[in-house]
């Protein structure tokens, strides 16, 4: 426990250093709207994450990268520092934040949020697909950096998602000699704090959207509690969903007019395309800001944005070409380069192929059908009566909510058509791509949430609809983490110090060439310890290292050597 408060002050500090500085830099002449601690925080997330991906490239990610990124920390505040000292009080930490206290209520919150997390943070990473490749993905950014051909090794080492640069650079496993799954509950906690931090006050003020969703945000978190632990992609990917959703709705509400903050939220679901590529349909928010930056002719906002929006996805890009040889995978459709490290295209035609079959529900190839009613049926009823029930509202919401997009688009009111549109595109691509709904469920409560918003505005003041269904979130949200906090008596005494280790399987070595490599011995269940593994073994028949050692990486060759 205490290791995991130690990662959330180090990933804290650090974020807010470099995303102060990073906003500052950039958009230091819209310091009234940007100065917000929420978009310090993500903005240095941002950095710390396209900083981890660079360094990878480069070296491995652990003692020297955060040894780097801890000299320029204390040069940035030193600076800061100093600036603070010869203006005194005239220059505000938070210029975007109006003066006055935090309601007693709010830090009651705030606390019960803290305390909660750490204790869900603090326990095994049970998630499945943590010990499947997870656990593999980190350790080989933590020894390795990024090592061309590592797909030919492990498929799913290709998916490549940016979340796992991040956890690498912040597992500190060179320094507290294990390796922390803390990043996912540091995630969770800024999520809990934006949302119980800026919600109004039910009574008070009257409630719009942003607050609704900010409660949903709690619900999801409770709700994803057993995943906290997890080095799972999922969760960050649907936070950054939610918080893009909300903060966009934000700015609808407050009727902003500047055009910083809709650039700044269209380049965070830039940065969620790269932390999880099913997350791409939220980047159809950039027509707004781009349509405000044309029609006051600001074409150097638009070539600084979109130089920013480029520097955000391409360390992906690079990372993505040298894992597996192509630009995006698992679509082998986008051939661009010609290294000898590229993974057989059977391989991601296949994976592309399994990913459609297992987010459907099918499990062999005979009941797969590519036809929307001949998947959709099965798909549906294979749901629990919970998920059936949110999903046909989810339906009827989405039809409600294109109706409000048109209407708002009559009435030149497209920053609000925007997310409406958005919402509902990004619900329909979850659903004709991968339909899981243990994050889709987040882009269906998105859309009732829009669809309630909408009927609020239309309902008799004193009937504060989305108050009470706000309230009922977090009433749930409460219910739910209160669980845990019994449990702290009967805690490991060793677990107080320190964070539950990634799980180890059963497994057996293979020797390539002149290199060992794991294998489990039963499953594709694999873990931390044994590496490097794979629970794939058809593809080393077809496996050849580049050079003398793991760092030279692989290359898949037709003939099998087995």
């Not at 070296?59 to 203006?87: D, M, N, P, Q, S």
């Not at 979340?163 to 803390?182: I, K, P, R, T």
């Not at 290294?339 to 005979?366: A, H, Q």
């Not at 269904?469 to 005494?493: N, Q």
């Amino acid at each position: 426990m205490v290791l995991v408060l130690f990662s959330w002050l180090v990933m804290g500090a650090a974020s807010f250093i470099f995303g102060k500085a990073v906003v500052d830099g950039i958009w230091r002449k819209d310091q009234s709207c940007m100065g917000k601690p929420d978009i310090y925080m993500m903005a240095g997330l941002i950095f710390l994450n396209l900083y981890a991906q660079l360094f990878s490239v480069i070296y491995k990610v652990a003692g020297i990268a955060c040894t780097i990124l801890g000299l320029a920390g204390i040069i940035v505040t030193v600076v800061y520092g100093i600036r603070y000292l010869r203006e005194g009080r005239q220059r505000k930490l938070f210029p975007g934040v109006g003066s006055g206290n935090m309601p007693f209520l709010r830090v009651v919150f705030l606390f019960l949020c803290l305390l909660s997390m750490v204790l869900w943070t603090t326990q095994d990473p049970g998630q499945y697909d943590t010990g499947l490749y997870h656990a593999q993905a980190i350790r080989w950014i933590e020894e390795y950096g990024v090592v061309p051909g590592l797909g030919n090794l492990h498929m799913r080492l290709a998916y490549n998602s940016a979340f796992m640069c991040l956890q690498a650079l912040f597992s500190l496993e060179w320094l507290v000699g294990q390796s922390l799954h803390s990043l996912n509950g540091f995630f969770c906690l800024c999520a809990l704090f934006y949302a119980f931090g800026t919600v109004r006050i039910p009574g008070r003020e009257r409630w719009q959207t942003s607050d609704l969703l900010k409660c949903v945000t709690v619900l999801y978190v409770v709700r994803s509690r057993y995943s906290i632990a997890s080095s799972g992609t999922d969760l960050w990917a649907m936070l950054l969903i939610l918080y893009i959703s909300t903060k966009w709705c934000e700015l609808v509400e407050c009727q902003e007019e500047k055009t910083a903050p809709w650039c700044y939220v269209c380049l965070v679901g830039f940065y969620a395309l790269t932390v999880k590529l099913s997350a791409a349909a939220i980047v159809l928010l950039v027509c707004y800001p781009l349509y405000l930056l044309i029609r006051r002719k600001d074409f150097r906002g638009i070539f600084r944005n979109g130089i920013l929006a480029f520097v955000i996805v391409l360390p992906y890009l690079v990372r993505n070409v040298i894992i597996s040889g192509y630009l995006i995978y698992p679509y082998a459709g986008i051939d661009l380069f010609s290294v000898d490290w590229k993974m057989n295209p059977e391989v991601l035609n296949s994976d592309s192929f399994d990913i459609k079959m297992w987010g459907r529900g099918c499990t062999r190839i005979d009941e797969y059908n590519n036809t929307l009613f001949g998947w959709m049926p099965d798909w549906f009823l294979s749901q629990s009566m919970g998920y059936r029930i949110l999903l046909l509202a989810g339906a009827v919401s989405a039809l409600f909510v294109l109706y409000m997009a048109w209407k708002q688009m009559r009435q030149k009111r497209y920053g609000y058509s925007a997310i409406l549109t958005a919402g509902v595109v990004c619900l329909v691509f979850w659903l004709m791509t991968a339909p899981l709904i243990r994050y889709g469920q987040v882009y269906v409560v998105i859309v009732i949430a829009l669809a309630l918003g909408g009927w609020e505005k239309k309902a008799v003041p004193k009937r504060d609809i989305l108050a009470a269904a706000g309230t009922f979130a977090m009433v749930a949200a409460l219910l739910f983490f209160g669980s845990k906090v019994r449990e702290l008596g009967g805690m490991e005494s060793g677990y107080w110090l320190r964070q539950p280790p990634y799980g180890a399987w059963p497994a057996e070595q293979v020797q390539l060439d002149n290199v060992i490599i794991w294998e489990p011995v039963d499953g594709d269940l694999i873990g931390y310890p044994a590496f490097p593994a794979t629970p794939q073994g058809r593809q080393l028949k077809h496996l050849q290292l580049r050079g003398e050692g793991f760092e030279d990486g692989f290359r898949y060759t037709e003939e099998a050597w087995r």
